[in-house]
């Protein structure tokens, strides 16, 4: 992947958060590397772009007027409004690159698996992202794991079946089991667990109203006038 770089402006603390968004700016914070913590804005449209390509897992090049010299900085978080999903605030942390970091880095699964074109089946992905330590120059933005192994439905893949790079240290136990498959449910167990569902709907319905003012057997009933 190339180099990407996200350009920042300092903030004034006085400009409330919200009219910075209105403006389709973001209200962001960057800090670590022994450094005072930076209050900046970033372009909505520019950082939606970046983000969607580096993830968590990239180290980007931050420049920001302040600093001749651009940063180097990884997206440590960002949080989003409630309803409408738009981008509320980022977090960036400034990263040495001669020392190792901690990233998080997700799966890509590529293939097909036999248990699944021949015989049926459904993958089961029980990790879907591994940790990882390395220094920033050699970190990945995701690892590619081939399904085609899964040939039948006693065949899993392990962490410990995935190839990295040496320099790369798997902080994840490497017994985890990464995909597997499950065998296709018969007709029989289908009918089962549609009788129980049906039969859990019944015994748990409630009276409807039509039937609260039927009168209770054996009550007395008044007569019309």
């Known amino acids: 992947m190339s180099t990407l770089t996200l350009t920042a402006k300092k903030r004034d603390l006085a400009v409330k958060a919200k009219y910075l968004r209105a403006k389709s700016l973001i209200p962001c914070i960057c800090y670590g590397n022994k450094k005072n913590a930076m209050p900046i ?11 969607k390509n580096a993830g968590y897992s990239t180290v980007l090049k931050l420049q920001t007027e302040d600093f001749a010299d651009q940063l180097d900085v990884m997206v440590q978080d960002v949080q989003y409004h409630p309803v409408n999903g738009t981008i509320e605030h980022v977090d960036l942390v400034m990263v040495d690159m001669n020392k ?13 698996a036999a248990a699944v074109t021949e015989f049926g089946g459904t993958l089961e992905y029980q990790k879907k992202e591994v940790n990882i330590k390395c220094l920033p120059k050699d970190l990945i933005h995701e690892i590619e794991v081939d399904v085609t192994p899964v040939k039948d439905f006693h ?10 790079n040496p320099v790369i240290e798997i902080l994840d136990s490497l017994d985890d089991v990464i995909v597997t498959a499950t065998k296709p449910k018969a007709e029989e167990e289908i009918k089962a667990e549609e009788t129980t569902a049906a ?10 109203e039509a039937s609260k003012d039927q009168p209770t057997t054996g009550a007395p009933t008044k007569d019309k006038e």
Do not use: C, N
């Not at 804005?41 to 983000?51: G, L, S």
């Not at 899993?156 to 079946?161: A, E, F, G, N, T």
């Not at 039969?199 to 409807?208: I, K, L, M, N, S």
């Open 41 to 51: 804005q970033i372009d909505y449209q520019e950082f939606r772009k970046i983000f």
């Open 100 to 112: 190792p970091i901690h990233a998080v880095v997700p799966f890509i699964f590529v293939g097909k």
């Open 199 to 208: 039969t859990t709907t019944v015994e748990g319905a409630t009276p409807t």
């Open 155 to 164: 065949t899993s893949i392990h962490l410990r079946d995935i190839v990295v």
